[in-house]
């Protein structure tokens, strides 16, 4: 399940041309990854909410679909989880207009849990994979696949 959340462009956001800026457009994934670990479906069985671990992103991959001119009300931010497993959570995220007619962004946070005074991730318990199924969602459909090395 897609959980969104509205974004609210800011003046600072914008560059020479009056567009978003694209770092800016990355930093509204991270607000709304910092909203959904609050929500209370997410928050009520999730270690995170207890503070025992501090969450790392590890890799990130992002696909800018369009430019994002100034306006007044917000983009919508879609955020799922696309995979669950071992010591990582992987979210999908999607920036979309108001009508979701048009989409600006898609991408992916490979997020590890680090526990507080530690350098080493630990595994995911049961519980925050059940959270985390409570947001599943399909993989994120990039328009272009990386190529992979052998």
């Known amino acids: 399940m897609r959980w969104t959340t509205p974004?609210?462009?800011?003046?600072?956001?914008?560059?020479?041309?009056?567009h978003v800026n694209n770092?800016?457009?990355a930093e509204y994934l991270q607000e709304a990854r910092t909203r959904l670990f609050r929500e209370p479906e997410w928050d009520s069985t999730l270690t995170l909410?207890?503070?025992?671990?501090?969450?790392?992103?590890?890799?990130?991959?992002?696909e800018y679909r369009?430019?994002?001119?100034?306006?007044a009300e917000p983009l919508l931010v879609d955020v799922w989880v696309t995979r669950a497993v071992g010591a990582s959570l992987e979210l999908g995220f999607e920036i979309v207009n108001q009508t979701r007619t048009e989409s600006y962004l898609?991408?992916?946070?490979?997020?590890t849990l680090v526990p507080r005074g530690s350098s080493t991730p630990r595994r995911l318990t049961e519980t925050e994979k059940a959270a985390?199924?409570?947001?599943?969602?399909e993989p994120v459909k990039f328009r272009r696949q990386r190529r992979r090395e052998h």
């Open 7 to 18: 974004i609210l462009i800011r003046w600072s956001d914008l560059d020479a041309y009056g």
């Open 23 to 25: 770092v800016s457009l």
């Open 49 to 62: 909410a207890e503070n025992d671990a501090l969450t790392i992103v590890a890799h990130q991959e992002l």
């Open 66 to 71: 369009s430019q994002v001119a100034f306006r």
């Open 106 to 111: 898609v991408g992916t946070n490979l997020i």
């Open 132 to 137: 985390g199924a409570h947001f599943a969602g």
